[in-house]
């Protein structure tokens, strides 16, 4: 009876630590957590609407376009006598205002006009040749006014023009004797003839050069292009197109080289290039997120600011954006991130 009291006494009594250890560690835990998480680590609520800000956007689009060679123009040597140095080679770039060959040790310096230069000036003369020299002179940045009159200032400029080709004692009474015409102010080498040691007749063929010409015939810009007039962008460059999908004419030195096939003129088509047509000029649009439009129909679609339905055109998308272009003239400040799907685009 003894032992059966002392027995339940020490269950009770190691229950009762049991009891008080359970209590002191669930306090712990308990104080352990807090009530709330702080302010500083609760996840940011997601916003519900959006600002909008325009910004310009040229929708560029990736197009192929035809390398088309320019017609072929013979370049002639103005002065007779032995050949000294020519470094031509087919496919290499002549440019106005460098000296090309060399005769007897003078060098025949490459000028570009739009109509060559078939005499030499005096003081006084006028006439569409004039007007052309001074033009070409301005262009290699030479300072004069160009008025298709030959006088003091005109005469200056040639003989800086000469004398930095190299001419040595350069006199602009006798330019004509001095300069090769070319065709376009680059122009690229199709054939080379003259030879160093060969002795040249006066006006005597040089060589064969082809200005370029860009045909960006486009066979049909990507569907939902913006409809506009658009350049060709294409090694830095930017070239209108016309509506017939031509590009302006380039210098030739942004053209690749041509084949050794187009070379010997048995390529049967224009070669293939690719470059980015843009919007001449940019439209603006906003960037959105893809559930903030509903509605859509092609590209037609709407968002909503506050209740007010705003119809848009999808113009691109970058980068998870959705790019738009708002069909009312009143922009709103705001629209909804999360319209009803459902709801109609009115």
Known sequence: MRKSRIGRAK??????????????????????IPERLPASVEPPARPKTLPIVLQPYDD????????????EASLFSPAAGLVS??????????RSGEAIIHVEGSPLVAFSTSEPLWRDFVAGDTGADVLAAQRELERLGYALHADGRYGAATAAALAKFMKSAGIVNP???KVRAS?????????????????????????????????????AKVAQLPDGAVLGPRVL???????????????????????????????????????????????AAPIQVASVTPSAVFGLDGQEGCLLS??????????????GQTFVRFK?????????????SHRRCA
């Open 328 to 340: 009312v003239a009143k922009v709103p400040d705001v629209i909804n991130l999360d319209p009803d």
């Open 60 to 71: 560029p689009r990736t197009v192929s376009f035809s390398v088309q060679p320019g017609a």
């Open 306 to 319: 506050g209740n007010r339905i705003v119809p848009v055109t999808v113009v691109g998308s970058a980068l």
């Open 85 to 94: 140095s020519f470094e031509c080679v087919p496919g290499a770039m002549l």
């Open 179 to 215: 300069v090769v015409w070319l065709p376009a102010p680059v122009s690229r080498a199709t054939t080379c003839e003259a030879q160093i040691g060969q002795r040249l007749r006066d006006d005597e063929r040089l060589a064969s050069v082809s200005d370029a010409v860009l045909s």
């Open 11 to 32: 269950s009770i009594g190691l229950l009762s630590v049991a009891l008080a250890t359970a209590a002191l560690v669930g306090g712990a835990v308990v104080a352990l």
């Open 171 to 173: 006199d602009p009474a």
């Open 233 to 279: 962008r294409y090694k830095g460059r930017s070239i209108p197109i016309t509506e017939s999908g031509i590009a302006s004419p380039i210098a030739a030195e942004l053209l690749p080289p041509r084949s050794a096939k187009a070379a010997e003129g048995n390529e049967e088509s224009p070669e293939e290039q690719s470059g980015t047509a843009a919007l």
